[in-house]
């Protein structure tokens, strides 16, 4: 064969490879609704992802379970770097802790992709309540045992443990108050009907700033960016009470190394773009980053620290 006859023959033997390039899909599954802060998150990252990676991105909505349908349909997604998970610190550390059973292994069913971002939590209390700061609200909860309670968003979710150390940390003894989400929680915070709420520093936020609620901490290592007039538990007295939650992305366990590192890769780019920071900011999210093997560091230092606290309670969901 002739040289030019061979060398336009193996070029059209690889426009079919390609045009099946161009054409690629990653899809990206969120556990959630759309609208919730990770659904957020996940459309930020792919609209600044795809053009690292050159593929389309399609964030899929497979709401359920509090995140654990999303990590049962990952389990099973072909291992081929095309679907990745965005997930809550519940889906890998804290589910196995309360569940006696799951559809799926964290350890062996997931490959870590890299760490997204983190959250903190609130301490929100009634605009009527006379404390200032967390001193004050701990002395009056003394003063009243009848009235020392909480709320969270839901029974085993991350809010109810840390108002678990809340109380040990206090000495307080308070009582937990499971609502069906934030918003119902907040409604009774602002209400009088529960002493206390703890949720993510967004939910409250707004209630906050409006004067509704009164946030007297934040669960962080630093004040958060969006409540910079708010000290942590630790400034406050507290250095025991300091936790936060995350986001992360995770691949099925077989998917190709080279898969995984090319998507952590312009992950951690997308990570580093000010309009994803700012949108981050704005949803009072820290952006995470690092490598694969960081992000199962951070599975394991969750693990350590939650497991303690859900074994005092005693609580189980099944």
Not at 18 to 35: I, N, Y
Not at 38 to 64: F, P, Q, S, T, Y
Not at 172 to 181: E, I, K, R, S, T
């Amino acid at each position: 064969m002739k040289r030019r006859e061979f060398t336009a023959l193996a070029a059209a033997s690889l426009m079919p490879l390609a045009h099946a390039q161009a054409d690629k899909t990653l899809r990206v599954m969120v556990g959630f609704p759309p609208g919730g802060s990770i659904d957020v998150v996940a459309r930020v990252l792919a609209e600044k992802m795809k053009d690292e990676l050159k593929v389309n991105i399609l964030v899929e909505n497979r709401a359920g379970a509090g995140g654990r349908l999303a990590a049962d349909l990952l389990k099973s997604a072909p291992a081929d770097g095309s679907v990745v998970m965005i997930a809550p610190v519940v889906v890998p550390v804290l589910a196995p802790l309360v569940f006696s059973k799951l559809n799926y292994n964290p350890a062996t069913d997931f490959a870590p992709v890299g760490h997204v971002c983190n959250f903190n939590f609130a301490l929100s209390i009634p605009a009527a309540l006379p404390a200032k700061t967390v001193a004050e609200f701990v002395t009056w909860l003394k003063a009243n045992p009848q009235k020392a309670n909480f709320g969270s968003p839901a029974a085993g979710s991350l809010p109810h443990f840390f108002g678990e150390i809340l109380s040990r940390e206090a000495k307080a003894d308070m009582v937990h108050v499971p609502f069906a989400g934030g918003a119902a929680m907040m409604t009774a915070i602002m209400g009088g009907q529960v002493s206390a709420g703890i949720d993510v520093v967004l939910e409250a936020l707004e209630a906050h700033r409006a004067g509704k609620v009164r946030i007297l901490a934040t669960s962080g290592e630093r004040r958060s960016a969006v409540l910079p007039d708010v000290p942590t538990f630790k400034e406050a007295g507290y250095p025991g009470i300091v936790a936060s939650g995350w986001f992360a992305m995770y691949a099925p366990a077989k998917a190709p190394a080279a898969s995984v590192d090319a998507i952590n890769r312009a992950l951690n780019k997308a990570l580093t773009h000010p309009e994803v920071l700012d949108r981050f900011g704005k949803l009072a999210l820290e952006a995470g980053g690092g490598s694969p093997a960081d992000l199962r560091a951070l599975e394991q230092a969750s693990t350590a620290r939650w497991a303690p606290v859900v074994k005092a309670t005693g609580f189980r969901a099944d």
